[in-house]
């Protein structure tokens, strides 16, 4: 097997979207993830943008050792000295400077012409590879450029001393069988092209970045060009763990990459929370509802062998198990299953006369939580819960620490305490660590409002975990700290 070399841009080409930029701090936090993610190459950065990209370069130079650190130029004498001094601090460094090789951006953008884009591209390239070992050449827009010309310009900076040539889909316009062919041009029409890499780099406005990098892949290219989540300009990159999880999913490929997939779940989910851009929940592999079932005919299939409905086991890439969603399509098997997990059985009859007042329950509410199916069993919250909220009085504004009190009765004494927190409701939880004499770690915290008013109940979702197990537990309040309290003591009684 060959290998696929992952080459991720989430701090330069996915810090583009507007809103998701980060401090050097945020972006070193990042970069130590994508290095125990197993990447090998980060883009680290433009460093000739600003101060601020320049110094958040150079940190993460001094900060990681493993990837290969690269800065990304135009082929412009000063973006690559800037670059190379930026990069001056890695164990590896990479300078990668380009040019925009298409009609569009010759004559429309550059006002060039074709012959002296090859003279630029190849002084680029030659400059930056004497200020640095590896060089790396992009022929922007190379999705709509000639091929003929195209195997010019890659030609040139071969010979010029370039040992990556990026072929750039930049405005997602290829469609995977003409991107594959661009490929195979270039692999059989450029000579040189066997001392250098190929790589992919493609955009996805037309939904097809993933299909695009596949169908390079499949004709020759060794590099893909990718950030978490799929992030990016427009529509966004293509998306790392689509492309790792196809390759090590299907026997197609005559390749393997290094990404150590069981921590694409975790990555997914810091670079979410640093970038403010949720994923949205039908996101392959790292969406919410990517391992859920809510489909009878599926969950059953799910709950006999999971391979009937998944050709991914969710543990490879970071997630505990599937979720069997009960919801108005559910059927038996999903709601008996569910009724085992609480501590709870039924069968034959009785599980039949349950399942009619789950189908009526769940006809009224889009979704049906593990209280409800307690309340199907006349076995809601008991008055012996271990767990319950007392009292909270909360502190909380623009110009006061937020402080928050919490009353709980556990195991019958009634027992408070005051903690600080970034917000009202992390104060209540810290609050809560000090009173419960199990440790936990808050894993999973959802709010969901069930209309739009102000006076609207809101339901709060909490997931912990301790003890090497997770529990879940729920509250629901028109206030939605008291929610998030209930919750947390629910999941606290059900561990205790």
Excluded at 61 to 68: D, L, M
Aim: some cysteine.
């Amino acid at each position: 097997m060959e290998k696929l070399y992952i080459f991720d841009t989430t701090l330069r080409d996915g810090e583009q979207v507007p809103g998701c930029q980060l401090n050097t701090i945020e972006k070193i936090e990042v970069a130590r993830a994508l290095e125990l993610l197993g990447v090998d190459v980060i883009e680290a950065g433009f460093p000739v943008s600003s101060p601020g990209d320049f110094d958040a370069v150079e940190q993460i130079c001094k900060n990681i050792s493993e990837p290969v650190i690269c800065g990304l130029t135009r082929a412009v004498k000063g973006d690559i000295e800037v670059a190379a001094d930026a990069l001056k601090f890695a164990k590896r460094a990479r300078i990668h400077n380009g040019i925009g090789t298409s009609p569009y951006h010759i004559k429309l953008k550059l006002k060039s012409n074709e012959d002296e884009i090859i003279e630029r591209a190849v002084a680029a390239v030659k400059l930056s590879r004497n200020l640095c070992e590896e060089v790396e050449f992009y022929a922007e827009d190379a999705g709509r450029t000639d091929n003929v010309y195209l195997a010019r310009v890659v030609e040139a900076v071969i010979k010029a001393g370039a040992r990556v040539i990026n072929i750039p889909d930049t405005t997602g316009y290829c469609l995977p069988e003409e991107y594959g062919a661009k490929i195979r041009y270039l692999m059989e029409n450029v000579k040189g092209i066997d001392k250098a890499i190929l790589a992919t780099h493609c955009h996805n406005d037309l939904g097809m970045a993933t299909a695009n990098s596949l169908a390079g892949v499949m004709n020759g290219a060794r590099q893909v060009e990718v950030t978490i989540n799929g992030i990016g300009e427009r529509a966004g990159n293509t998306a790392l763990e689509e492309v790792v999880m196809a390759v090590k999913t299907r026997k197609d490929f005559p390749v393997e990459t290094g990404i150590k997939t069981e921590r694409i779940i975790e990555t997914s989910r810091l670079i979410s929370s640093l970038m403010n851009m949720p994923v949205q929940p039908n996101k392959a592999i790292v969406g919410r509802n990517a391992f859920a079932h809510s489909s009878g005919i599926h969950q059953d299939g799910v709950l006999k062998n999971r391979e009937n409905y998944e050709i991914i086991d969710p543990v490879s890439v970071g997630v505990d198990a599937s979720s069997i969603v009960l919801t108005a399509r559910s059927g038996r098997a999903a709601l008996k299953h569910h009724l085992d997990r609480l501590g709870m059985s039924a069968q034959g009859k009785d599980l039949d006369e349950l399942y009619e007042k789950f189908l009526i329950m769940a006809d009224q509410k889009k979704q049906i939580s593990d209280q409800d199916v307690l309340a199907l069993t006349s076995r809601g919250v008991r008055p012996d819960q271990p767990v319950k909220l007392k009292l909270i009085q909360v502190l909380a504004g623009k110009s006061t620490v937020p402080m928050a009190t919490v009353h709980l009765e556990i195991m019958g004494e009634e027992k408070a305490a005051t903690a600080e927190g970034n917000g009202p409701i992390d104060a209540c939880v810290n609050a809560v660590k000090k009173l419960v004499p199990e440790k936990f770690i808050l894993d999973e915290f959802l709010i969901q409002a069930i209309t739009r008013g102000s006076d609207d109940i809101g339901k709060v979702h909490v997931r912990i975990r301790a003890k090497d197990r997770i529990w879940y537990g729920y509250g629901a309040d028109t206030d939605i700290i008291t929610a998030s309290v209930m919750a947390l003591a629910d999941s606290i009684s059900k561990m205790l």
